[in-house]
């Protein structure tokens, strides 16, 4: 049972009490939100100046136009300080030497949180005060060099022999499982635009790569040196921040450290533009995918290994709350899945074994995340698969408009872009529910176990673990089946649109043969007289009738016809000469200027061969 309070005898107090404490931690929270946008306000500002700088130095080298004027262009754009470039490389993306690790040390009427540096983790992987039942540690570290060495120190301690674990799912659960979750689109745009362009700066690296690690990292940072060796991938400051990307939702999946091709690959330019933000819920956001690794043992420790998550519960004001740095949102937000697990931890009561209890607990890990985004603790906002309905009925509502070609082209690349959202959907859930197929018959099996050691298999909130799982199961199958539907809505009205555009296509290419046939006649007759005006024009010019000239017809050809061909030969002389000495930059900007009409706003970067 709970520890008793100060207050627990006196209720009216006791919610007096609880009371302001909440109101305490949200004046805390709202003064901590307000100095982390203060400081993203003034970051995008240096940020937005770097993109006016590599504008136009992309646009000098491409054009030779803006190149010969960029030397009396007065107003060019500066590019930011070397300190300011690199402190928006480290709010964007914090070193490794500052990630924290969050604990939680759960014991019978007790229940401690703590955040520690990542080079300490290893003190913490290995032993816990004796009071502490369950030790759950948190890393928010993505799959790369950093997770490889943190899974290597947790591997360092034997497990238990007796050690009943998750026969059926414990690969899954230890390669990792994906979740989604809502990011700002904004935000992971400056991400990847800080990592684009900063990482082609050669004279940044040294000064990034010296923060890495710090004295409490030395041995972290032997290890990771050690793998980054073998695996022979690079050890610098934007090859270790790589991971804390997330993967968009049409980067397809990965788990298990080797699948290192998607870190190896340099990030994308930009962030996808979904269909799911014209939702007016949804608006701004990006839906995102991340894997989440976890790992146990039977003496009551616990690890999650993940990149820093954005929004998993859904709410109307969490648009107010999405463009804080996920880094600090899984601490404190209130709308990350993290959060809400350590509270609820916080006032579970421990009944049966330690290890049962665990158990319990990692499963109620699992069908959190693997159910997000969701909004069962506000239930005013829809669900992503009933979003995506008033989106579809606006595309099938579209196919009637009379449209041009342009038009036509950008609706069926929405209604393409909507289909493969909602396939990826798809794929996901079905493969979380095959997982959770799993994950219930190890959870059947582990009850079984307890009921024959006599333990109760009821908590504090009368929900056994097969009772999660089921919920899980139920709410993602009901997913799994009303996407097709979508899908299936979506295939059907854009074969109409091709039905039509076929049939309009026809309708034009009739108008088209007798507007052919009416050019014909014109033509036969302009064939005829076209001659006859030639010849009458050439025998009809009389030259000695000019007055106050004596040339004939002869000199009128030799000077005119010399005229002619001279010229024509210059101007062709001087554009085959300019073509071939600016042949380079004639294609780059030819090149440019065709990517930016096709999308507008597109950021191209260049490798690293210039001063700042």
């Keep these: 049972m709970a520890a008793a309070g100060p207050y627990a005898q006196d209720p009216l107090r006791n919610f007096d009490a609880s009371l302001r404490e909440h109101v305490d931690r949200k004046r805390e929270n709202d003064s901590h939100k307000a100095e982390i946008l203060t400081q993203l306000e003034r970051q995008r500002r240096v940020l937005d100046r770097l993109r006016a700088w590599h504008r136009w130095d992309e646009n000098r080298r491409t054009s030779p136009g803006k190149y010969l004027l960029s030397y009396v262009y007065s107003k060019r754009p500066t590019c930011p300080s070397r300190e300011e470039l690199v402190d928006l490389a480290t709010f964007f993306f914090p070193p490794p030497c500052n990630t924290m690790v969050t604990i939680c040390d759960h014991g019978v009427g007790r229940h401690e949180e703590m955040s520690v540096p990542l080079g300490q983790i290893e003190k913490y992987l290995t032993e816990k005060p004796e009071w502490v039942t369950l030790r759950w540690i948190h890393a928010p570290i993505g799959m790369g060099l950093l997770q490889s060495s943190i899974e290597d120190m947790w591997q360092r301690t034997p497990d238990l022999p007796e050690h009943k674990r998750f026969v059926r799912s414990n690969n899954e659960i230890e390669s990792g499982i994906e979740v989604l979750n809502l990011r700002d689109r904004q935000y992971l745009q400056d991400q990847l635009d800080v990592f684009n362009l900063l990482s082609s700066f050669p004279q940044l690296t040294c000064d990034l790569d010296n923060l890495c690690f710090n004295d409490d990292n030395s041995m972290l940072f032997q290890d990771v040196t050690w793998r980054a060796l073998h695996f022979k991938i690079g050890l610098g400051f934007w090859d270790i921040v790589r991971s804390d990307l997330p993967r968009q939702l049409g980067e397809g999946t990965h788990s298990g450290f080797l699948d290192t091709d998607i870190s190896l690959n340099p990030p994308a330019a930009r962030s996808e533009e979904q269909l799911l933000s014209r939702h007016r819920w949804y608006k701004g956001t990006v ?46 937000g209130e709308y990350s899945a993290l959060r809400t697990t350590r509270s609820t931890l916080a006032q579970l009561e421990q009944l049966g074994s330690p290890e049962v209890f665990m158990k319990r607990f990692i499963v109620f890990v699992i069908t959190e995340l693997i159910v997000s985004p969701h909004g069962f603790y506000s239930g005013n906002i829809p669900e992503i698969r009933d979003a995506y309905r008033p989106i579809a009925r606006d595309l099938k509502s579209r196919r009637s408009l009379d449209l041009k070609r342009l038009g036509t082209v950008d609706l069926v690349r929405k209604y393409v872009t909507c289909l493969d959202e909602i396939s990826q959907i798809h794929d996901i859930c079905h493969q979380h529910l095959r997982f959770l197929s799993k994950l219930m018959v190890d959870c059947q099996d582990i009850e079984q176990y307890a009921a024959d050691q006599g333990e109760s298999l009821e908590d504090k909130l009368e929900e056994s673990a097969t009772d999660r799982v089921s919920f899980a199961i139920r709410f993602l199958q009901e997913t799994y089946d009303q996407v097709p539907l979508i899908e299936k809505d979506l295939r059907s009205s854009l074969d109409v649109i091709f039905q039509l555009k076929t049939i309009e296509q026809n309708e034009l290419a009739i108008l088209a043969e007798y507007n052919n046939k009416a050019i014909l006649a014109f033509t036969i007759v302009t064939i005829i007289f076209l001659p006859l005006s ?79």
Excluded at 310 to 320: F, I, K, R, T
């Design 534 to 612: 030639f010849f009458s024009g050439y025998f009809g010019m009389n030259l000695q009738g000019i007055v106050n000239t004596e040339r004939n017809e002869r000199y009128f050809w030799a000077v005119c016809g010399t005229a002619t061909v001279c010229g024509t030969a210059t101007v062709c002389v001087v554009s085959a000469t300019i073509i071939f000495g600016f042949k380079e930059r004639l294609y780059r900007w030819l090149w440019t200027s065709r990517m930016q009409r096709a999308g507008s706003g597109v950021l191209t970067y260049r490798p690293a061969d210039e001063s700042l």
């Design 287 to 332: 839906l995102v995918r991340d894997s989440l690794r976890l790992f146990y043992r039977a003496d009551g420790f616990i690890l999650t290994l993940s990149p820093p998550m954005g929004v998993h519960h859904l709410d109307a004001s969490m648009l107010d709350d999405v463009n804080i740095p996920p880094g600090i949102y899984d601490r404190w």
